[in-house]
T-cell receptor
């Protein structure tokens, strides 16, 4: 089983819908991250959480919200989806002192 | 604001050749420089990383060269193989256990294709 699991793997939805992407991990890491990947733009940080009580905005948080339900679970929500949020979304975890981030296999989201 | 600039955007190399991907950074506080490898349908995975106290790090066919004065670092893949075909991301950060600034800043990625 994967250490970092993202659901769903693919999602097609319509403009204005509320969408939740879920991430769960079995690595026991405190730190979790949500990234967005777009062609030519690389990986951009949306939100990150260093423990259950800590939530921080990343580079591109507008239009997104997150919830850290437990150490192992970190969800990303799009309250009212718009077409330019069509992208590949990744969840990642890390555990200091290692700076290595461990990524899930992504959710491909298409908003029509 | 692009803090880590990566080039080229795409690279085509023949099997057995050398693949070179370059990155430049702006923030002199960065002290950790990893490279991530991503295969289609998968998330990025750490390939190799370097800290600025050394100028080069080698792991098998993969080498990072680091030039602190020029604020540049590069990934060299020797004897490139078709199985190396993937997207490569450089990144930089300032890992700190005590301050919530431990974030990776990624480059824009390089798609490498190695042909037989």
């Amino acid at each position: 089983d994967a250490d970092v699991t993202q659901t769903p793997r693919n999602r097609i939805t319509k403009t204005g819908k509320r969408i939740m992407l879920e991430c769960s991990q079995t690595k026991g890491h405190d730190r979790m991250y949500w990234y967005r990947q777009d062609p030519g733009l690389g990986l951009r940080l949306i939100y990150y959480s260093f423990d259950v009580k800590d939530i921080n905005k990343g580079e591109i948080s507008d239009g997104y919200s997150v919830s850290r339900q437990a150490q192992a679970k970190f969800s990303l929500s799009l309250e009212s989806a718009i077409p330019n949020q069509t992208a590949l979304y990744f969840c990642a975890t890390s555990d200091p002192p290692s700076a290595t981030q461990h990524f899930g296999d992504g959710t491909r989201l298409s908003i029509l | 604001q692009q803090q880590v600039k990566q080039s080229p955007q795409s690279l085509i190399v023949q099997k057995g050749g050398i693949s070179i991907i370059n990155c430049a950074y702006e923030n002199t506080a960065f002290d950790y420089f990893p490279w991530y490898q991503q295969f289609p349908g998968k998330g990025p995975a750490l390939l190799i990383a370097i800290r600025p106290d050394v100028s080069e790090k080698k792991e098998g066919r993969f080498t990072i060269s680091f030039n602190k004065s020029a604020k540049q670092f590069s990934l060299h893949i020797m004897d490139s193989q078709p199985g190396d075909s993937a997207t490569y991301f450089c990144a930089a950060s300032t890992p700190n256990l005590h301050i919530n600034t431990d974030k990776l800043i990624f480059g824009t990625g390089t798609r490498l294709q190695v042909f037989p």
